[in-house]
């Protein structure tokens, strides 16, 4: 139920240094990328329902979560880089047949995490009252989006932990439980919304008026809802790692609580470029944020609206990222370089041609995928030109997201962390800086266009040099 048989087969023949045919590798990229499309496209389905249901209450309630969405990112960036420390060293001792290492690894990792976490939570508390004001909101918006990171803060413990959990689990090759919860988290938080965004009220379903009990809780129940999605399936995320796991299970091991600070040392030079890379991309989008916010409501909403309609359609090279990272990863733990080679250049490929067709299906469907978020029309004008713009950006926005998760397979994140800031700060701010007085919301997303079209040349050319594959170690 939870893993393929084939995929395990395959995997395997990594492990073994086993010769794959092109077919084999084409097909155990596709088993492993299609779980992960499908949880990544339903993680981005929870956002877009989210911003569907909160714009049902109009401008100012979106604008409230579109204010601090950026910021939200910026804490989940440093959970997954801290979970990706320890999940990337795993995949090389799973590479390697090694899993008491891998174990080992695992039980370091939740420590670690749990003491990260609990520092996070606190700075996000501290942080939640002023924050509207440090991203130039209004005082209209403000009480409410502070509500919402303050909820959104308190459940970061047990995201964190489930995040480690799911990374661990996609290293040793099992996409389909981290998938399936991410189903499962997207269906939990449509239902927690529905009954806690909205007021008791009666709905019309096939002729039939039924009464619908709701809490009226507008913004603040959207957080709770979403809080309430992530807690249910990360203590699941966690119990099927902890105990049944096949190569991760800690159930008959014995517990260590003293640091293994080998695993740490490990762990900090892979998370510490990645941490620094996630303060200072979701640094620049709340720049970004901050040159929109000058534009008013409606541009912060269409600019928010606009951002979850477009990962829809960027998602797909996540989860062949995430594959990628995995068949790296594992390709290298086993030594096996022409294959971690042959890998790299199919999985770059494959994301590059699945979102040219997502781009094509996004500017065709722009006015469609605003629409259904909000009914101001003021704000469908403004997000489908953003995303129109956009569109024609995103076969090289693939190559930056699959690049770079080959490079995290490798355990080289310095680099590519200072690339993908280089082309953030130099390009994409100084241009949206520029061109936003002039063209408006229309000009800050052609700088996001040509800044992704940079940024995925610049990944092209890393991966295709081999760069990324000069300093790998398994310890």
């Known amino acids: 139920m939870f893993s393929s048989k084939k ?29 992960s ?10 956002f877009y329902i989210d911003a569907s249901m909160v714009g049902s209450l ?6 409230a979560i579109g204010l601090v969405e950026s910021t939200t990112w910026l804490f989940g960036g440093l959970t997954s880089a801290a979970a990706m420390g320890f999940s990337v060293q795993a995949a090389h001792f799973i590479g390697a047949n090694d899993f008491v290492k891998a174990r080992q690894v695992f039980r370091q990792g939740l420590m670690a995490t749990a003491v990260f976490t609990a520092i996070l939570t606190s700075i996000c508390l501290l942080i939640a009252r002023p924050l509207p004001a440090w991203l130039g909101g209004g005082e209209d918006i403000a009480g409410e989006a502070s509500l919402y990171f303050a909820v959104y803060a308190v459940s970061l413990p047990v995201y964190q932990i489930g995040m480690l959990a799911s990374s661990m689990l996609k290293c040793s090759g099992n996409m389909r439980v981290p998938s399936i919860m991410s189903i499962m988290m997207c269906v939990l938080d449509v239902a927690f919304n529905f009954f806690l965004i909205f007021p008791s009220r009666t709905v019309a379903i096939g002729g039939t008026e039924i009464y619908m009990p709701g809490a009226g809780l507008g913004v603040a129940g959207a957080a709770l809802g979403t809080v309430s999605a992530y807690l249910i399936t990360g203590i699941i995320l966690i119990w099927f790692a902890v105990y049944k796991s096949p190569e991760l299970s800690l159930r008959r091991e014995k517990w260590v609580f003293a640091p293994m600070w080998g695993y740490l040392r490990n762990a900090a030079k892979i998370s510490l470029p990645m941490a620094a890379q996630y303060v200072m991309m979701n640094g620049a989008q709340i720049v970004s944020t ?3 916010a000058p534009l008013g409501n409606f ?22 990222g995430e594959a990628a990272t995995t068949l790296i990863g594992q390709s290298i733990g086993a030594g096996q370089r022409g294959l971690t080679q042959s890998f790299a250049r199919m999985t770059i490929f494959m994301g590059m041609a699945v979102m040219a067709v997502m781009g094509l299906v996004m500017y065709i469907f722009a006015p469609e995928m605003i629409g259904v978020m909000t009914p101001v029309e003021e704000i469908r004008t403004l997000g489908v030109d953003a995303l129109r713009i956009e569109a024609f950006a995103e076969p090289m926005f693939a190559a930056a997201i699959v690049g770079y998760s080959i490079c ?45 079209s940079f940024r995925g040349a610049i990944f092209l050319f890393r991966i295709f040099s081999g760069k990324w594959m000069k300093k790998v170690h398994v310890k």
């Open 37 to 46: 499309i499908l949880a990544q496209l339903s993680s981005t389905l929870m």
């Open 58 to 63: 109009g401008a100012q309630a979106s604008a």
């Open 408 to 452: 995290l397979g490798a355990g080289d994140t310095l680099i590519p962390a200072g690339m993908n800031l280089a082309s953030m700060w130099m390009i994409r701010l100084t241009l949206a800086a520029v061109l936003a007085p002039s063209y408006g919301l229309q000009g800050v997303w052609m700088a996001m266009a040509i800044e992704l």
């Open 7 to 35: 995929d395990n087969a395959l995997l395997a023949m990594i492990r073994t240094g086993q010769t794959m045919t092109g077919r084999q590798k084409l097909s155990l990229i596709v088993q492993l990328s299609i779980p």
């Open 299 to 320: 541009a912060i909403a269409a600019h928010t609206f606009a951002i979850t309609a477009e990962s829809l359609c960027y998602m797909p090279g996540y989860g062949i």
């Open 290 to 292: 901050m040159i929109v």
